[in-house]
């Protein structure tokens, strides 16, 4: 990208992994906590890395950035995961500029989702830009194409029918109940763990189950309560996690902890127990598996549920991608514009030296001189001149690259230029 003069190192990059070739397990090797984010940024900044966006979500992990090399940022992605670089190797890809701004543009807009048209990553990208702006990690290009990827995503939500109905891993959990569990409405349910995951898990189980008998469990309580208040639900303390276990019909674990929060041992009741792990890592321990009363669903088994709405949805895929690709074409105008602004601000300074030469002279010789007026038509004058040269470079029917070397060479710009 440095013929786009957006970055000092030489290319923009994505690598990551997601659930198309990596299991539950390997993701969970790679997947990043807040706190991981934040080590893995600091890390970069002292790397010297001028500009990336980190996202870890139960379906992928990915790294956007600029720097020398992609290893650069694997090397990252491994120093503050469980992962290694043989294991990256092996399910992992690298994307390179025009390649990566697309890759981005699919995984914002829902078209890259586990689930077709799931529109939860749009915020998580979002989120991350923030934090990385925060720290000072957010170049102009970053910044926009994230912008561009928000409006894609925005406009492919409204004007496409592709995530017409609940597309989202929490809904996917909640469609798989109704289909398996009889008598649901009468069923005691409890929800453990309230982030995002289990907050949208959660108002689609009181939508679509009209069940009264929900329990909500969460490590801090008042993230519960926060959430039951909206709907009148039950919040029971993290120290009766067990008890509450034993009366449930139906588990749903979506906790976001790096290792296992409920095993074989915290289940003590004999009664039929369906528990669907939400979770990246897994958050429920496979020896649960033991216990001939209960059967397991991982979120990896719910996204293979195929149904007519889902058919429906892959219809819009073209419109999406037409959207895409319009929006897309806004940011790479926009990145071909930046081909030439430093000569547009080297050509700018040398008119205002011009100009301040001048002025000096006039200033001698006038001892009456109006020096408003005289700033004001120059520097009107100026910014006339420059729009001038920028409309012209921004024609498609004449080659950038030969005028602005011949701007340069008219205007001796090119020593200011390749400072």
């Known amino acids: ?9 030489n290319s923009f990059y ?4 997601s659930y198309k070739k990596a299991d539950a397990v390997i993701r969970g090797r790679f997947s990043l906590d807040e706190n991981s984010k934040i080590a893995l940024l600091n890390q970069a900044k002292e790397a010297g890395i001028e500009s990336l966006v980190v996202t870890s979500t139960c379906n992928r992990t990915e790294i956007y950035g600029f720097s020398q090399h992609p290893f650069q940022l694997i090397k990252l992605l491994c120093d503050n995961t469980k992962g290694t670089v043989e294991e990256f190797q092996k399910v992992a890809y690298v994307y390179k500029n025009q390649e ?3 890759h981005m543009f699919r995984v914002g807009s829902g078209l890259d989702s586990q689930i077709l048209g799931d529109f939860e990553i749009i915020s998580q990208i979002k989120k991350s830009a923030i934090v990385s702006k925060k ?12 912008n561009a990827v928000i409006q894609a995503s925005k406009r492919i939500k409204t004007e496409t029918e592709i995530s017409s109905g609940a597309t989202s891993v929490s809904f996917a959990s909640v469609q798989y109940i109704l289909n398996s569990v009889e008598d649901v409405s009468n069923k005691n349910i409890l929800l453990f763990g309230t982030g995002k995951i289990g907050r949208n898990t959660c108002e689609n189980l009181v939508k ?6 929900i329990t909500l469990i969460n490590r801090t309580k008042n993230t519960a309560e926060n959430i039951a208040g909206k709907f009148n639900l039950v919040v029971k303390d993290y120290t009766n996690l067990q008890e509450e276990i034993s009366n449930s019909d139906i588990l749903i674990v979506a906790t976001g902890a790096q290792r296992p929060t409920v095993d074989k041992h915290l289940i003590q009741s004999g009664r039929s127990l369906l528990i669907l792990d939400l979770s990246i890592p897994k958050n429920v321990h496979e020896n649960v598996q033991d216990l001939p009363n209960v059967m397991l669903v991982h979120l990896d088994d719910l996204s293979k549920i195929t149904d007519e709405t889902h058919e429906k949805r892959k219809e819009h895929i073209p419109y999406a991608e037409a959207i895409i690709e319009d929006v897309k074409k806004e940011f790479n105008d926009w990145l071909e514009t930046r081909k030439f602004a430093p000569t547009i601000k080297a050509l700018k300074n040398k008119l205002l030296d011009f100009k301040n030469a001048e002025l000096e002279t006039l200033r001698k010789k006038n001892a009456d001189f109006n020096e408003e007026q005289a700033e004001l038509i120059t520097n009107n004058l100026i910014q006339k001149i420059t729009n001038h040269f920028a409309h012209h470079l921004k024609d498609d029917n004449i080659s950038t690259d030969e005028s602005l070397e011949l701007i340069k060479k008219v205007f001796q710009l090119e020593t200011l230029i390749n400072v």
Not at 136 to 144: A, G, K, V
Request: avoid cysteine; proline fraction near 3%; aromatic fraction near 6%.
């Open 1 to 9: 990208m440095q013929q786009y003069n957006i970055s000092k190192s």
């Open 14 to 17: 994505v690598i990551g992994l």
């Open 100 to 102: 990566a701004i697309t």
């Open 135 to 146: 720290m000072d990690l957010l170049n102009p290009f970053i910044e926009r194409l994230v």
């Open 208 to 213: 679509h189950t009209k069940n009264e008998r």
